[in-house]
């Protein structure tokens, strides 16, 4: 038993180290197999999640349907499917680089050591660590908080931020939004802290999302950005090119609006300054 | 792609500071838990022998009720579920002084009583009943039987079982971190996230643990041989 555990290993991990079979190209891949794969996320709330009638929907999705898939259809000259699969955060890269999925269209946030192993299309949503407190509270944003108990995810960035940079404030950890959001619901903290779209999606599923509020500016940045193989950037470019016609023709605004909305899913308005970065990163035709 | 070890991430840093701020925090937590457990086990564990029956209904119902509810769901209750019951002025006070270590505390020693008076009612029924007898012949109440008697001979039979029970107390307060107290396996936690080296925090918590309870149990084994009963028990090799 043991010994067919170790050659399963070895196996396992063989396939692992061993390089990408030789290099045929995302777009040739595609035309041969008439398929885009993409890897997204079943519970991640509205950007890929099942919905209540058990459709495979949201807003990563949507932009992957109705902005690349278009791209790409125009470049090869004729029609693709798009072909979901699930990733989570620990198997998003190693589902890419086997070529499992041609595109992970999810919640990853762009960074540099992921940018060691992965490429990035343009930035698509924009968020950033806020907190969340009850209607009224005196905390308006991470200057309020020396003193104060603030609530975060075990092991997130925000905690490690919030260490950093206010010690004074009484930090709490928890291993799940659930029990940080009682915690803050009962007043054991006055503050909970996570990414901006996180706090608006716990608002929108709360009994009564109107003694909520979220407060502050962004103290992290996390940047959203499809990942994709490295060094192909014809892909890339035909991403990025699907991306940039969305924002420029409104398309985009038009599926912010279906999912952050007044009536979308998670209602998180656009900031102007969010509006002015996705638009500067389209460059001229 | 093999795992590249770095133990260095154990003693750069921070990690030191935190690994000895957790290891603080459980002994902490797991001691004064101890003594709540062990005070609610005695009384406990007597009433459920003694010889009038609401004492030993109350006393069983706090064993069957608190041993038989997951210790997770008991941090959950003494963290969520009592501040709300207590006065305002107090409860603000406590959030600010460390409500999740007493929330804690309270939830370990009160889940650890009730398996803890177990052990002693089953160190209790072991003694013979002529000792019973031979103590009320003397002219003592069943009070003083069992305070000057019945449980000072009870407390040492039932050495090894409570060690046992206690090293548990000790492991479970690891459970802790599920309501934010900043213990142990926290600590290991929090070094994982900062330096990305899991294999290396876990194996530093599993061996603090093992030297923990290593340290306990050769203790309590002294204490075991210190006091052991002549003639009571057969000790194994004597």
Not at chain 1, 235 to 251: T, W, Y
Not at chain 1, 253 to 279: C, D, I, M, S
Request: include cysteine; aromatic fraction near 10%; hydrophobic fraction near 45%.
């Amino acid at each position: 038993m043991k010994r067919l555990l170790t050659a399963a290993l070895a196996l396992a991990l063989a396939g692992w180290a061993a390089p990408a079979p030789a290099a045929e190209s995302t777009l040739a891949k595609i035309a041969r197999t008439g398929t885009l794969t993409i890897g997204t996320r079943r519970g991640s709330p509205p950007f890929g999640y099942v919905n209540q009638k058990n459709e495979w929907v949201g807003f990563s999705i949507d932009l992957v349907e109705q902005a690349i898939k278009p791209a790409v259809e125009r470049k090869l000259g004729k029609p693709v499917k798009v072909e979901k699969k699930e990733s989570t955060p620990a198997t998003r890269i190693p589902l890419l680089t086997s070529n499992a999925v041609d595109l992970i269209a999810g919640t990853m946030t762009d960074t540099r050591p992921r940018r060691e192993s992965v490429d990035f299309s343009l930035t698509f949503f924009v968020t950033g660590a806020q907190f969340l407190v009850k209607k009224g509270s005196p905390i308006r944003g991470i200057g309020d908080i020396a003193g104060k108990r603030v609530a975060a995810q075990q092991g997130s960035t925000n905690a490690r931020i919030i260490r950093a940079r206010v010690p004074g404030a009484q930090l709490r950890e928890f291993p799940d939004q659930p029990s940080a959001f009682q915690a803050l619901a009962q007043g054991q903290v006055d503050a909970y802290t996570n990414d901006g779209i996180q706090l608006a999606g716990l608002v929108a599923k709360a009994p009564r999302p109107g003694d909520w509020a979220i407060v502050g500016d962004f103290y992290s940045y996390e940047p959203y950005g499809m990942a994709l193989r490295k060094n192909d950037s014809d892909f890339r470019h035909l991403v990025n090119v699907g991306l940039m016609e969305a924002i420029e023709s409104g398309k985009y605004l038009q599926l912010y609006e279906k999912w952050f909305g007044p009536k979308g899913e998670v209602p998180y308005p656009l900031t102007p300054e969010n509006k002015r970065f996705l638009t500067m990163q389209v460059v001229p035709k | 792609m093999s795992y590249e070890f770095r133990w260095s991430v154990l003693w750069s840093g921070q990690s030191g500071a935190w690994l000895l701020q957790g290891l603080l925090t459980t002994l902490a937590i797991s001691a004064l838990a101890w003594v709540l457990a062990a005070a609610l086990g005695i009384l406990s564990g007597a009433l459920r022998t003694v010889p009038w029956r609401p004492l030993r209904a109350a006393a069983a119902f706090y064993v069957e009720f608190f041993r038989n509810v997951p210790l997770l769901v008991w941090m959950f209750f003494w963290y969520f579920g009592v501040p709300p019951l207590l006065p305002a002025a107090f409860r603000g006070w406590l959030f600010d002084h460390g409500a999740e270590f007493w929330a804690g505390m309270f939830a370990l020693g009160v889940y650890h009583g009730a398996r803890m008076s177990e052990v002693i009612r089953s160190g209790i029924q072991s003694i013979p009943r002529t000792q019973f007898e031979a103590a009320y012949a003397m002219g003592l109440t069943t009070a003083q039987v069992y305070r000057l008697v019945i449980v000072p001979i009870a407390l040492r039979l039932i050495v090894p079982p409570a060690t046992n029970e206690s090293l548990n107390l000790l492991k479970n307060s690891s459970v802790a971190l599920t309501i934010s107290v900043a213990e142990l396996t926290f600590q290991t936690r929090q070094i994982e996230t900062y330096t990305a080296k899991a294999i290396e925090a876990l194996t530093a918590g599993t061996v603090i643990y093992l030297a923990l309870c290593l340290l306990i149990a050769g203790v309590m084994g002294r204490v075991e041989r210190r006091f052991a009963i002549p003639g009571l028990i057969v000790r194994g090799g004597a």
